[in-house]
């Protein structure tokens, strides 16, 4: 048998401690200790203050003053000009017809994107965006999580000459349009409880509506001037604005029996009617019977399993729904009579797991086509898709080394073909013909 080896008795050994040694050295200071000996006063403690990273700007009006050029310049009176006057010289088209899917598809298929349709305008992610409705100039708009509202023309070259970035909010801007009865006024909301216009004509961004205490998700136009607004708040409470009451405040406070919402629509046709998208449930209210206490909705479409992030009618008829559900699915009910049931039409699968760092998908209708679906894609190579009510893929856009992001938020032209799409790094992304 092999003996097992005996441990080597050369080991070093461990040294074993001193008794009365003298311990490591520590500060008195520390210790609080004066050097003789004797302990010391206790000093007393300041209190902290801390600063709120995103402090509200001043009430009232506020100077359209770029952060990205010098004040005052004449590039942005210019710039702002041009903008106030393509508004008198546009003629509005409200006959909108309705395309056949393959002349839809032919025009699609011209839309191609390159190095100059590619630009960052804001910082940090973009969180709303709106095309100008111009048929001669373009012009994006794209609210972002600083607070920011940046506007590029395309017209320019270089293409940064275009850009011009302000800062009318303190937090993420998750709502924008250009006016309908005047495009030259750009209204943004924010989650910082205020309400903004921004008229190109005077260079300012007048205060629409503020409430200090409340944190604005979503609005929509009740009348087709623009002098009504409904406006979503983040703890499910509404808002009836009128813009030609004098001051900022609401005429109504209304608590809906959503715990929250995060986006509102109005009805294209019957304008008394707005669908409004919370955390499960999508809702339907009648405007005339809004409830200041608590409203009931006239009905619900209820049959989401997870969170919601979006609701809208189609634009030209309001006859459809589309819905997107972070259950990887969206949705197309049959709005056609609003009554007790809104019928589920179509479920269309589609990967809508954005994650933490990117903005949320909300699939929307193209205006011109209103029963095709633009959303934005998480698959590879990257892309923006669109789809018909029926769940069929219509078309694919896809950007080579233009575009190697992901565009959570997109916006068609109203009349013509021309698609943005933004990003988590301020970049819009620019398709056309």
């Given at each position: 048998?092999?003996?097992?080896?005996?441990?080597?008795?050369?080991?070093?050994?461990?040294?074993?401690?001193?008794?009365?040694?003298?311990?490591?050295?520590?500060?008195?200071?520390?210790?609080?200790v004066d050097p003789l000996g004797v302990s010391l006063p206790?000093?007393?403690?300041?209190?902290?203050?801390?600063?709120?990273?995103?402090?509200?700007?001043?009430?009232?009006?506020?100077?359209?003053?770029?952060?990205?050029?010098?004040?005052?310049?004449?590039?942005?009176?210019?710039?702002?000009?041009?903008?106030?006057?393509?508004?008198?010289?546009?003629?509005?088209?409200?006959?909108?017809?309705?395309?056949?899917?393959?002349?839809?598809?032919?025009?699609?298929?011209?839309?191609?994107?390159?190095?100059?349709?590619?630009?960052?305008?804001?910082?940090?992610?973009?969180?709303?965006?709106?095309?100008?409705?111009?048929?001669?100039?373009?012009?994006?708009?794209?609210?972002?999580?600083?607070?920011?509202?940046?506007?590029?023309?395309?017209?320019?070259?270089?293409?940064?000459?275009?850009?011009?970035?302000?800062?009318?909010?303190?937090?993420?801007?998750?709502?924008?349009?250009?006016?309908?009865?005047?495009?030259?006024?750009?209204?943004?909301?924010?989650?910082?409880?205020?309400?903004?216009?921004?008229?190109?004509?005077?260079?300012?961004?007048?205060?629409?509506?503020?409430?200090?205490?409340?944190?604005?998700?979503?609005?929509?136009?009740?009348?087709?001037?623009?002098?009504?607004?409904?406006?979503?708040?983040?703890?499910?409470?509404?808002?009836?604005?009128?813009?030609?009451?004098?001051?900022?405040?609401?005429?109504?406070?209304?608590?809906?029996?959503?715990?929250?919402?995060?986006?509102?629509?109005?009805?294209?046709?019957?304008?008394?009617?707005?669908?409004?998208?919370?955390?499960?449930?999508?809702?339907?209210?009648?405007?005339?019977?809004?409830?200041?206490?608590?409203?009931?909705?006239?009905?619900?479409?209820?049959?989401?399993?997870?969170?919601?992030?979006?609701?809208?009618f189609s634009p030209l008829t309001g006859h459809r729904?589309?819905?997107?559900?972070?259950?990887?699915?969206?949705?197309?009910?049959?709005?056609?009579?609003?009554?007790?049931?809104?019928?589920?039409?179509?479920?269309?699968?589609?990967?809508?797991?954005?994650?933490?760092?990117?903005?949320?998908?909300?699939?929307?209708?193209?205006?011109?086509?209103?029963?095709?679906?633009?959303?934005?894609?998480?698959?590879?190579?990257?892309?923006?898709?669109?789809?018909?009510?029926?769940?069929?893929?219509?078309?694919?856009?896809?950007?080579?080394?233009?575009?190697?992001?992901?565009?959570?938020?997109?916006?068609?032209?109203?009349?013509?073909?021309?698609?943005?799409?933004?990003?988590?790094?301020?970049?819009?992304?620019?398709?056309?013909?």
């Amino acid at each position: 048998m092999i003996k097992k080896r005996q441990p080597s008795e050369s080991r070093r050994k461990k040294p074993k401690k001193r008794e009365n040694g003298i311990g490591c050295r520590r500060s008195m200071r520390l210790l609080n200790v004066d050097p003789l000996g004797v302990s010391l006063p206790e000093t007393p403690t300041q209190p902290t203050v801390v600063e709120d990273e995103n402090p509200l700007l001043p009430p009232g009006p506020l100077a359209m003053t770029p952060e990205n050029r010098d004040d005052n310049s004449e590039l942005l009176k210019g710039f702002l000009q041009t903008w106030a006057e393509v508004n008198k010289t546009n003629s509005k088209n409200n006959e909108k017809e309705l395309s056949s899917i393959k002349s839809y598809k032919a025009n699609l298929s011209g839309m191609v994107i390159s190095e100059d349709t590619v630009c960052k305008v804001t910082k940090g992610s973009i969180f709303s965006m709106a095309l100008h409705p111009s048929e001669i100039r373009t012009l994006v708009a794209a609210g972002a999580r600083s607070g920011q509202v940046g506007l590029w023309d395309l017209t320019h070259q270089p293409k940064e000459d275009g850009v011009y970035v302000f800062q009318p909010h303190s937090q993420p801007v998750s709502c924008l349009y250009f006016s309908p009865a005047n495009p030259a006024h750009i209204l943004s909301l924010s989650y910082d409880g205020t309400l903004r216009c921004g008229d190109f004509s005077k260079a300012v961004f007048e205060e629409v509506y503020r409430n200090e205490g409340s944190s604005f998700s979503s609005f929509d136009f009740l009348a087709e001037e623009a002098s009504t607004l409904i406006v979503g708040h983040w703890d499910g409470r509404m808002s009836l604005v009128d813009r030609r009451t004098p001051g900022t405040s609401h005429e109504k406070l209304i608590t809906s029996s959503l715990s929250k919402i995060r986006t509102v629509h109005v009805h294209p046709v019957h304008r008394q009617y707005f669908i409004t998208a919370g955390l499960r449930d999508v809702h339907i209210y009648d405007a005339r019977h809004l409830n200041p206490k608590r409203s009931q909705p006239l009905t619900s479409l209820s049959e989401h399993t997870r969170s919601i992030a979006s609701a809208y009618f189609s634009p030209l008829t309001g006859h459809r729904v589309v819905t997107t559900c972070a259950d990887c699915k969206l949705r197309v009910f049959d709005s056609s009579c609003i009554s007790s049931q809104i019928p589920l039409l179509t479920t269309i699968r589609h990967n809508t797991n954005t994650g933490r760092w990117l903005t949320r998908f909300r699939a929307v209708w193209d205006p011109k086509q209103e029963d095709c679906i633009i959303v934005g894609s998480m698959a590879y190579p990257r892309q923006v898709e669109i789809f018909h009510e029926t769940g069929k893929r219509v078309h694919s856009f896809l950007g080579g080394e233009c575009l190697v992001s992901v565009c959570s938020i997109n916006a068609m032209h109203p009349t013509r073909y021309i698609l943005a799409g933004g990003n988590s790094s301020g970049k819009i992304h620019v398709f056309m013909n």
